[in-house]
């Protein structure tokens, strides 16, 4: 849901028929193109991962989102809370039965923490399947959620 680097979408693609990878920066598009140069099952996709509707007709197993923004790049180019909240809600409705998503969170700035919560609530909420809450134990660490549909 958010090519970045290409780091995510190469593990995958290494475990994957097929990866759609969506980023709204071209120069994540680029980055992420070079790293995947020998990968043929990967679809890149330079929209916001708002629209994967758009994109995506078959049900998918596996959903990544590592949020915030690119490194070493624009730091505007950054995922907002409520864009992020529709594209999970889109990410779920795609997702097959018995299908992931992995969530991380970047809380060590203020449009992150926003976003934190905004998904927190909605996710506990409405009773998602939370598997697993990852944390470090050091103040703003990341967060990363496992979320399985059943
Ligand atoms: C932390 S980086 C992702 C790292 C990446 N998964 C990797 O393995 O290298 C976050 C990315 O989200 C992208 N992004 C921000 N808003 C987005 C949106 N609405 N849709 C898709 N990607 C977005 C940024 O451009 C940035 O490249």
Do not use: W
Not at 8 to 13: I, N
Not at 17 to 28: M, N, T, W
């Amino acid at each position: 849901m958010t090519a970045g680097n290409g780091n995510d979408t190469l593990f995958l693609a290494n475990i994957s028929k097929h990866v759609y990878a969506f980023d709204i920066s071209q120069e994540a598009i680029i980055r992420s193109r070079k790293r995947l140069a020998e990968k043929h099952n990967v679809t890149l996709i330079c929209d916001s991962h708002v629209n994967i509707d758009k994109y995506i007709k078959d049900k998918i197993r596996l959903f990544i989102f590592n949020l915030g923004y690119l490194p070493n790049s624009d730091e505007l180019r950054i995922t907002k809370a409520n864009d992020t909240l529709v594209a999970f809600k889109k990410a779920y409705d795609l997702l097959e039965e018995g299908g992931y998503i992995i969530i991380t969170f970047y809380i060590g700035h203020r449009g992150g923490k926003d976003e934190y919560y905004l998904l927190d609530d909605y996710i506990k909420k409405n009773r998602f399947q939370l598997l697993e809450t990852y944390r470090q134990d050091r103040i703003e660490s990341p967060i990363t959620y496992i979320i399985r549909k059943s």
